[in-house]
C-alpha cells in the first residue's frame, strides 16, 4: 500500500538538535508545536563567505533564514524547482543548494516541506527525462542517497533549465572528483573539547593494564615501515622481537600481521586481530608465522589457539587462487580454526540494495515478511553477531583467539568490535563507545574511503560495501536486547551513520591511519566527537545501570532480530510517527521532575543554613530537621 502523510501530521525536516539538520522529524500540526526558525551561527544570512565573488552573487539570492550556515558554508545557487515527494505528490518549492548541503523549502502549500540533505550524503546524480519527453513533471533530476533516500526534482523543459543545477550539485557533491577538497576541510566550527583526544592509543592499553610480562608494545611501525594501514602503536607478545615481525609480515596479506586488540584482566586471554596466511595454491609455509601464533597461545597458557576465520569455507578456499589462504591443521598444529560464514562486501552491498527496495518510498505491507526475507540482511546481521558471541565465549572462558578475514579490516573489525562490546563495560558507555570506534575501526584502518565513496562520483565503485552501517546495525540489535546495558541511546547511532556520509567531520575521511596523518586531517578538520560531547545529554540513555563485570550474549536468532525501522524507514512519516516510544518519554518527564525537585531541595537547604548563620536562636534546627517533609520518592 502506498505510504502517504497521515492526516494533521506535517513533515518537516528539522534539526533535531543543535545544528544537526540530517535527521527527519514528523510532529502534530499544533500551532503551538511549530518548531522556530534555527538560530543561524551568525547573523549574516551569507555564512562565513571568505570569497567576495561567493559574497556578491550570495547577495542576489534569498536570505535563508530558517536554517543555520555552518561556519565556512558558502551560498552556490538558488533555484526554482518542483520536489516529486514520494508522501505528498509534486510540491512547488525553491532550492538553495551550498558548498555543504542541498536545501529544499516549499512555497505553495499550508503544509510545509522541507530537505536538509548534506552532499556527502548523494551518491548518485542523473538527468530525468529530455527536452522533448511528455507527460507531467517528467523532466528534472533524480538523485540517489547513501541514507536509504531517492529524490526527485522536476523543472521547466525549456531552455536547458536544469543544467546549471545538474552541474552545480555534481560538482559539489563530488569535489574530490573535481580536485576540490571535502567540505571538512573547509568547514571552520569551533567546539570547547578537541575530539582528536578522545582516543590515545597508550592510554587505552594502559586501561586495559599493558604492557606486562606477557605483552609489550612495540613502535616497529612508527613510519608506517611495517605496515602502511596499520597505526604506530602496535602490542604483539613479549618474546616476539621486532625481526620476528618484520618476517611474519612477509607472510600476511598486505603485512597486516597477528596484533592484540583487547586484554582479558581476569584469565589474561587476548583477542588478536590480522589478515589471511598467504599459503597459495602450492600450501606455502612459513616457520617464523608459525611460532609466532605459538607465543601467542604460550602466552596464557592454554592448550589450543581458537583461530576464527570470518569467511566462509569455499570463500576461503577460493583465495588460496589469488595467493591467500587460511591455517591448515598440518602446519598450525597447536590451532583450532573455525570458519563464520560471514559473507564478502560485495554480498553486503546487494543486500542492503534490495533493502532499500523495499523500504523507500513505500513499504509493501502484504507481503513484507518475504519481501524483507529475500534481502537477507538480518540473516547477515545474525551471522556477524553469532561470530562476535563465540569471540566473545572463548575469551570470557579462557582462551586466546585470533580474528581474521581476508585482509582483515572489514569483517575482522565487525566481530572484534563487537566481541569488545559483549566483553568490556567501559565501551558500552558514550565516551568509550567513541573509544572502541577510533581504535578497532579508524586507527586500525578500516577503508572508510574506498567502502563510502567520499566525494566520489564512482557511485558503481565495486568497493563500496555498507560494513560499518552493519556494524552499527548488531550495536542496535545489542542495545535493544540490554535496554540498561549502554550509556548511549539509538540517536547516536543514527548521528554517527548520517556524519559518517555528510564529509562535514573528518572522523571518517580516509581509509587508514598513515592517509589521515599525510593530509594533516587532526590539524585541518574537526572531530565528529567534538560535535557529540558539546552536548552529551543528548545522547544518554535515561534506563542506563553501569554493571562493570556483566559479559552480554545477545541472541543471535532471526526470531530476536528486527529491522532497524527508526533508521531505515526514517524518511516514511507514517512508519515514524508509530515509532515514538512513549515510556521512554515519559521516564524523561520524570527524571526532568526529579532534577527539579533536587534543585529546590538544594536552594532550600543553602536559604536555611544562610538564615541559621544570621540565627541568634541558640536552639535552632539542622537544615535537614527542616526539610525531610520534601524528601521525594525517587
Known amino acids: 500500500t502506498s505510504c502517504v502523510i497521515p492526516s494533521g501530521v506535517h513533515l518537516n525536516l528539522r ?57 565556512g558554508e558558502e551560498r552556490v545557487i538558488d533555484k526554482d524547482i518542483i520536489y516529486i515527494c514520494p508522501f505528498n505528490a509534486a510540491v512547488k518549492g525553491k532550492v538553495f543548494i551550498t558548498n555543504y548541503r542541498l536545501y529544499f523549502k516549499n512555497t505553495d502549500s499550508e503544509t510545509p516541506v522541507t530537505l536538509d540533505v548534506p552532499l556527502g550524503v548523494i551518491s548518485r546524480v542523473e538527468k530525468m527525462g529530455g527536452a522533448s519527453s511528455r507527460g ?21 523543459q525549456e531552455g536547458h533549465s536544469r543544467r546549471d543545477i545538474f552541474e552545480i550539485i555534481f560538482k559539489y557533491a563530488f569535489p574530490l572528483s573535481h580536485g576540490m577538497q571535502l567540505f571538512a576541510f573547509l568547514s571552520q566550527e569551533k567546539y570547547e573539547e578537541n575530539g582528536w583526544n578522545v582516543y590515545e592509543a597508550m592510554e587505552e592499553y594502559r586501561r586495559q593494564v599493558l604492557p ?30 621486532d625481526e620476528d615481525l618484520r618476517r611474519v609480515a612477509a607472510f600476511r596479506s598486505r603485512c597486516r600481521i597477528p596484533v592484540l586488540s583487547w586484554f582479558h584482566k581476569e584469565n ?23 611460532r609466532y601464533l605459538d607465543l601467542i597461545r604460550e602466552a596464557n597458557g592454554t592448550t589450543k589457539l581458537t583461530i576464527y576465520d570470518a569467511r566462509p569455507n569455499v570463500n576461503a578456499v577460493a583465495n588460496k587462487a589469488t595467493g591467500g589462504g587460511y591455517e591448515g591443521d598440518d602446519a598450525y598444529q597447536n590451532a583450532e580454526l573455525v570458519f563464520l560464514d560471514i559473507h564478502n562486501i560485495h554480498v553486503m552491498r546487494e543486500s542492503l540494495k534490495k533493502l532499500k527496495d523495499i523500504v523507500y518510498p513505500n513499504v509493501e505491507e502484504s507481503h513484507w515478511l518475504s519481501s524483507l526475507e529475500s534481502t537477507h ?5 545474525k551471522l556477524v553477531l553469532s561470530g562476535a558471541i563465540q569471540v566473545a565465549d572463548k575469551v570470557s572462558s579462557g582462551s586466546s583467539v585470533v580474528v581474521h578475514c581476508s585482509d582483515g579490516w572489514d569483517r575482522t573489525a565487525q566481530l572484534t568490535s563487537l566481541a569488545m562490546l559483549m566483553l568490556d563495560s567501559y565501551y558500552r558507555t558514550l565516551r568509550g563507545f567513541q573509544v572502541l570506534l577510533e581504535k578497532e575501526w579508524i586507527s586500525f584502518g578500516h577503508k572508510f574511503a574506498s567502502r563510502i565513496g567520499h566525494g566520489d562520483k564512482n557511485h558503481a565503485d565495486q568497493d563500496r560495501s555498507p560494513i560499518f552501517l552493519q556494524f552499527i546495525d548488531c550495536v542496535w540489535q545489542m542495545t535493544k536486547q540490554f535496554p540498561t546495558a549502554f550509556e548511549f541511546n539509538e540517536r547516536l547511532l543514527v548521528v554517527i551513520l548520517d556524519h559518517l556520509y555528510s564529509c562535514r567531520f573528518g572522523t571518517f575521511l580516509y581509509n587508514c591511519e598513515s592517509a589521515r596523518e599525510s593530509n594533516n586531517v587532526r590539524g585541518k578538520t574537526v572531530s565528529l566527537w567534538s560535535f557529540v560531547n558539546s552536548d552529551t545529554s543528548l545522547y544518554i540513555n535515561p534506563f542506563f545501570t553501569p554493571e562493570s563485570s556483566r559479559v552480554l550474549y545477545p541472541v543471535a536468532s532471526m526470531r530476536h532480530l528486527e529491522l532497524w525501522v527508526t533508521y531505515y524507514i526514517r524518511w516514511n512519516p507514517r512508519i515514524l510517527h508509530q515509532q515514538q516510544s512513549p515510556v521512554e518519554q515519559r521516564y524523561k518527564e520524570l527524571l526532568a521532575l526529579r532534577d527539579q525537585y533536587l534543585k529546590k531541595l538544594e536552594e532550600l537547604q543553602l536559604s536555611d543554613s544562610t538564615h541559621l548563620t544570621n540565627s541568634s536562636t541558640p536552639n535552632a534546627a539542622t537544615p535537614n530537621q527542616h526539610i525531610t517533609h520534601l524528601q521525594t520518592p525517587f
Open 212 to 241: 606486562n610480562s606477557e605483552w609489550r608494545v612495540t613502535f616497529i611501525n612508527k613510519n608506517y615501515e611495517l605496515c602502511d594501514t596499520y597505526p604506530t602503536i602496535l602490542v604483539v607478545p613479549y618474546k616476539a622481537t
Open 15 to 71: 534539526a533535531s538538535h543543535k545544528n544537526d539538520m540530517s535527521l527527519v522529524e514528523v510532529e502534530e500540526a499544533n500551532p503551538a508545536m511549530a518548531s522556530a526558525p534555527i538560530a543561524p551561527y551568525n547573523s549574516s544570512p551569507l555564512g562565513n563567505s571568505s570569497s567576495p565573488n561567493a559574497s556578491r552573487e550570495s547577495l542576489k539570492m534569498e536570505p535563508l533564514a530558517d536554517v543555520a550556515m555552518l561556519p
Open 377 to 381: 540482511w538480518l540473516e547477515h546481521i
Open 268 to 290: 589474561h586471554a587476548v583477542i588478536m586481530r590480522c589478515s589471511q596466511p598467504l599459503v597459495g595454491m602450492s600450501g606455502k609455509r612459513n616457520k617464523d608465522d608459525e
Open 136 to 156: 507531467e513533471n517528467s523532466y528534472g533530476l533524480e538523485i540517489t542517497c547513501k541514507d536509504m533516500r531517492n529524490l526527485r526534482f522536476a523543472l521547466k
